[in-house]
């Protein structure tokens, strides 16, 4: 009994020790706090704007509907064009005799109509693809119009007796055939109605894109396609644009708006002889759009060299800097001039 009493006097003292001690200056104490850590998730995502995405100009909703191209005259006959102004990417192509046409793109703006609309070229198949969409035009030779369509293109042509066009009877023919944009749409087979693909980069917003970080300052654009056609642009820098001229010969609308582009790409294109003739019996050449090349992008008041090429006929075309980088466009209208190597040239100023 004596030994059980004494050893409760001693861890009794024990106790008292410790804890006097756990309150002595210089002595740690380490205290173990409860488990309160949160569950981290995955980092918010990036929000990536909503654009057009022929223009990379942004926008609250795509609209979903295919990309139209129409094939449009550039003669002096036909002369103001109507509805070009709409087009959100329009290329220049050299045709028989030296003259040029146009291939309109619209999709984020339908016009009501649109014209003169002319006949297919052998190269609209590369120029159209890409997109996925529907190409409307007056007719063409058969070769021409069975490449098109081997390329996976809808096509609306008037020859076949195809809906939306008509003839414009103040003006002569073959100058003369009005294209309606909704109506072409309209015929959109049940596989063309997606927007299509960027067939360009964009950069995010204006003053961004790679000619306006690296490019030199430039007033003029002057383009030679042959001895009967050349395409000059002029900067203006009140509207941020690209002024279209047909030599000294301003380029307006039907409806008096100027011709105008926030990018303009100049790409040196080879033309062969597709052993074809036009009515007139002049000799029908291609550009070769599955090739490479030397080129130039006028945008934002500059210009920068550039590289082009294009793996195939459905492959979009691709821009690099001559030392092998992406090249980015301003947001906005972009018109694309294939000028032959043999007859055309450009020059800056």
């Given amino acids: 009994m004596r030994r059980a009493l004494a050893a409760v006097g001693v861890m009794t003292l024990s106790l008292a020790l410790v804890a006097c001690g756990a309150d002595q ?38 609209a979903q509907r295919p990309a139209l191209a129409i094939k449009v005259e550039n003669a002096r006959e036909a002369r ?31 016009p009501d109509v649109v014209e003169p609309v002319r006949s297919v070229r052998p190269m609209d198949a590369g120029i159209v693809a890409p997109l996925g969409g529907i190409l409307a035009f007056s007719g063409g030779q058969q070769g021409f119009i069975a490449e098109v369509r081997a390329a996976g293109v809808q096509t609306v042509i008037m020859d076949s007796g195809d809906a939306g066009f008509r ?35 964009f950069a995010q917003e204006a003053g961004g894109s790679s000619v306006a970080k690296a490019g030199s300052p430039a007033a003029r654009l002057d383009v030679t396609f042959s001895r009967v056609q050349r395409t000059v642009w002029d900067w203006d820098a009140e509207s941020s644009t690209w002024l279209r001229s047909d ?25 062969v ?77």
């Fill in 25 to 62: 200056p210089g002595e740690v104490t380490t205290t173990v706090s409860p488990d309160v850590s949160v569950p981290k998730g995955a980092p918010p995502e990036p929000v990536v704007p909503i654009v057009w995405p022929l223009t990379g100009v942004a926008t609250a909703e795509v």
């Fill in 80 to 110: 103001p064009l109507t509805g070009l102004e709409y087009a959100d990417t329009v290329w220049e192509q050299t045709v028989e005799g030296g003259i040029t046409r146009f291939v309109a793109v619209f999709h984020s703006q339908i």
């Fill in 167 to 201: 003839r414009d009877r103040s003006r002569r023919a073959p100058h003369n055939v009005v294209g309606t944009p909704q109506t072409f749409l309209d015929q959109a087979a049940a596989d063309r109605a997606a927007p299509p693909p960027a067939q360009f980069a």
């Fill in 247 to 271: 030599g000294e010969t301003a380029a307006v609308s039907a409806a008096g708006a100027r011709l105008s582009a926030r990018n303009v790409v100049t790409l040196q294109v080879r033309l």
């Fill in 273 to 349: 002889d597709t052993g074809t003739v036009d009515p007139s019996g002049a000799p029908v050449p291609e550009t070769l759009m599955v090739d490479s090349g030397e080129g130039l992008v006028a945008g934002a008041g500059k210009t920068i060299p550039v590289r082009w090429s294009k793996e195939s006929t459905a492959a979009p075309l691709v821009l690099t800097t001559p030392e092998g980088n992406p090249v980015t466009l301003e947001p906005g209208t972009t018109w694309v001039e294939l000028v032959p190597g043999t007859t055309g040239s450009w020059s800056v100023s």
